[in-house]
């Protein structure tokens, strides 16, 4: 059940990278404004706490 969720959340997280670079690189968003679905998910505690 916890590898489940896991893969899950990484599907997602992947998902927000995606859009991310979709952002910056298709739209031509700048880099402040291109936060992907979710902003809170681009912050550094989130890439620490993940790798953790």
């Known amino acids: 059940m916890a590898l489940s969720i896991l893969l899950a959340l990484q599907g ?7 859009a991310q670079w979709i952002q ?9 404004l291109s936060n992907g679905l979710l902003s809170a998910a681009n912050s550094e505690w989130v890439h620490f706490v993940w790798n953790v």
């Not at 910056?24 to 402040?32: A, D, E, N, Q, V």
């Open 24 to 32: 910056y690189h298709i739209l031509r968003w700048p880099s402040f």
């Open 12 to 18: 997602f997280y992947t998902v927000e990278h995606i």
